[in-house]
């Protein structure tokens, strides 16, 4: 995934390899390497002949659900009506309301059925796509400008990683929207939140003392904003590379979710190092999956490949979910230390190109098996234990529901 940022295009877009269609060239055309070529397999497929590319599915049973979203993008009408749930960016509930911020610079609270524009505005320029802005206030009147990750905090406000805004902002219960850190220019500052500077801080976290954690994916760093207001750097050099270690060395390239567990530990899904790390109370930054190359391999959290990691989640046991955007699949991270699959995506044979026949890229509810995701996103836990996914390609919200 990668970030646009210029006069006629913001939003988030995702490069596409222009071989994707090449598979399917092939079989139409009845290549006979292709068509001779394994294309299917139950539970493993070692492309490389090296152990690699290994699929196990979790043994932990789910449901997936859409609570809102349709699986293709609409088009404004002629009366000018915005693209209601395309592309969402951030997923956030209560196991009652469901809060979503989208491309079109909107954060939505969503109930079953039925929907309504909490904060920002859409405003779509044909041949441009959506455009943001800033302004705090009430409602409908703030803008925004690319929302990704959201915060629903305790008291019922969220807050929003406004990404190419290069601020926090707050969406207080009654709708008004404010800024809560960064003033606006990207770039590094550390110091009182009205100051501070970010770069495109693109995913949120917060711990048990209300400490708002900050994921910059442009920056490279994780930042913290404490309750009384203070910015400050947590982990990170703020140049993109791989290096495990004390926080104040350690390197992330593209750091894209962020999640904290109840001992104090912060999660980072980092993407373009194909790994998952963990920042320890002491501030010591590990890895905890994937042994850095890009790719699907399920097994020992160290031998794991992951394609794009955007998201990470953990549960009251511990368990490690993720969203492996460039795989169309949600895995699990055990705290026995093995990956495995969830739901959906798989084996890419031909690299990227084709995925198995139980978990192909798509659309459709239903269990472990059944289930398809397109490009699966932001993901967070609520209080009764659903995992929320939006998921950018089939511009919907989805919930995974764990079945006891």
């Known amino acids: 995934m990668e970030i646009i940022n210029s006069p006629n295009d913001f939003m988030r877009v995702r490069v596409r390899n222009p071989l994707l269609t090449l598979p399917l060239l092939l079989a139409l055309t009845g290549c006979p390497w292709f068509l001779d070529s394994p294309n299917t397999w139950s539970n493993t497929h070692d492309e490389a002949g090296d152990g690699s590319n290994n699929k196990i599915f979790s043994t932990t049973p789910v449901v997936v659900t859409t609570l809102a979203g349709n699986t293709l993008p609409s088009s404004p009408s002629a009366s000018g009506s915005s693209l209601d749930f395309f592309s969402p960016g951030g997923v956030a509930s209560d196991g009652e309301l469901t809060f979503a911020s989208f491309v079109d610079s909107t954060i939505k609270e969503l109930r079953e059925g039925q929907y309504r524009v909490l904060a920002g505005k859409a405003h779509h320029v044909p041949y441009q796509g959506f455009q943001g802005a800033f302004l705090d206030g009430q409602g409908e009147n703030a803008r925004f400008n690319g929302p990704d990750s959201i915060l629903l905090l305790e008291q019922g406000d969220l807050v929003v990683a406004d990404t190419f805004n290069h601020r926090i902002r707050r969406v207080h219960r009654n709708g008004l929207v404010t800024t809560l850190a960064g003033n606006g220019d990207p770039g590094y500052l550390d110091g009182s939140a009205i100051e501070a500077r970010f770069n495109r801080p693109s995913s949120l976290a917060v711990d048990a003392r209300g400490t708002i954690y900050v994921g910059e994916e442009?920056?490279?760093?994780?930042?913290?904003?404490?309750?009384?207001?203070?910015?400050?750097?947590?982990?990170?050099?703020?140049?993109?590379?791989?290096?495990?270690?004390?926080?104040?060395?350690?390197?992330?390239?593209?750091?894209?979710?962020?999640?904290?567990?109840?001992?104090?530990?912060?999660?980072?899904?980092?993407s373009k190092n194909y790994r998952i790390r963990r920042i320890s109370p002491d501030g010591?930054?590990?890895?905890?999956?994937?042994?850095?190359?890009?790719?699907?391999?399920?097994?020992?959290?160290?031998?794991?490949?992951?394609?794009?990691?955007?998201?990470?989640?953990?549960?009251?046991?511990?368990?490690?979910?993720?969203?492996?955007?460039?795989?169309?699949?949600?895995?699990?991270?055990?705290?026995?230390?093995?990956?495995?699959?969830?739901?959906?995506?798989?084996?890419?044979?031909?690299?990227?190109?084709?995925?198995?026949?139980?978990?192909?890229?798509?659309?459709?509810?239903?269990?472990?098996?059944?289930?398809?995701?397109?490009?699966?996103?932001?993901?967070?836990?609520?209080?009764?234990?659903?995992l929320w996914v939006a998921d950018l390609g089939n511009n919907a919200i989805r919930k995974i529901t764990f079945v006891k």
């Open 218 to 270: 442009a920056g490279h760093r994780i930042r913290r904003i404490t309750p009384d207001g203070q910015v400050s750097t947590v982990a990170g050099t703020g140049e993109a590379g791989f290096a495990d270690g004390m926080a104040s060395q350690a390197k992330f390239n593209t750091p894209l979710g962020l999640a904290a567990d109840m001992q104090g530990n912060l999660y980072v899904a980092d």
């Open 284 to 386: 010591i930054v590990s890895t905890v999956a994937g042994e850095g190359s890009e790719g699907y391999n399920d097994g020992a959290a160290e031998k794991a490949r992951f394609e794009f990691v955007a998201g990470v989640a953990v549960d009251q046991r511990g368990n490690l979910f993720i969203s492996d955007l460039g795989a169309d699949s949600i895995r699990e991270l055990s705290p026995n230390g093995q990956v495995t699959t969830l739901v959906g995506g798989g084996d890419r044979h031909l690299r990227h190109h084709l995925y198995d026949e139980l978990n192909e890229r798509g659309y459709a509810d239903g269990a472990n098996l059944q289930a398809r995701f397109a490009s699966p996103g932001d993901i967070s836990f609520d209080p009764k234990g659903n």
